[in-house]
């Protein structure tokens, strides 16, 4: 298969007057991340750390500011970004739905319950709702085999899940009444 290649040199990027990496955040790296490593560029993930848990995802004004304090190229924060899928280079809903697509959680059912969020949600995966509040995504193996199908709801991890129990945490999202730190539901309905 040939390469395809982008005309990324001549792109442009939407950016913002103020600043993403804000005097706390340079501060913080300088102080206190920049020390630990050789070279700055060591403090590449805790700089995109900072990013990604501030706004929720890694714009690409940030990564030229994040480039410029670690005296490297802005490609190579981008590199870094494309590479690890846990970044976000676009901004995601304020929930985020990941469920495991790969095979224990496959055999057990995980694409009925990927079903069921599209329809709930009407979106595909790797779509937000209009509203922003829901994005979804499939994700590799997430540790949870033995409690297959599994997905993460956030920061929460939820086991043992049918479609109807995702449907259910979706509701409590919705209406207020989630409860953070993940049940681990049992399959009471299959
Ligand atoms: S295969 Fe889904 S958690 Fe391992």
Redesign the pocket.
Known sequence: MPWITKKSGSATIETRDEPYLTSAMISKLRETYIPRYAQPKGALFPALHMIQHEYGWVPHQAMKEIAEVLEIAPSEVLDTVTFYEEYWEHSKGENLISV?R????EFCN?TDCTEAIKSKLGIDVGQTTEDGKFTLVELE?????GT???AIFNEDLHENLTPQRTVELIEQIQNGTYQEGGTGAVKEDL
Do not use: F, K, T
């Open positions: 495991c790969s095979i224990a959680c995980a193996c997430i540790g949870s085999c297959a199908p599994a």
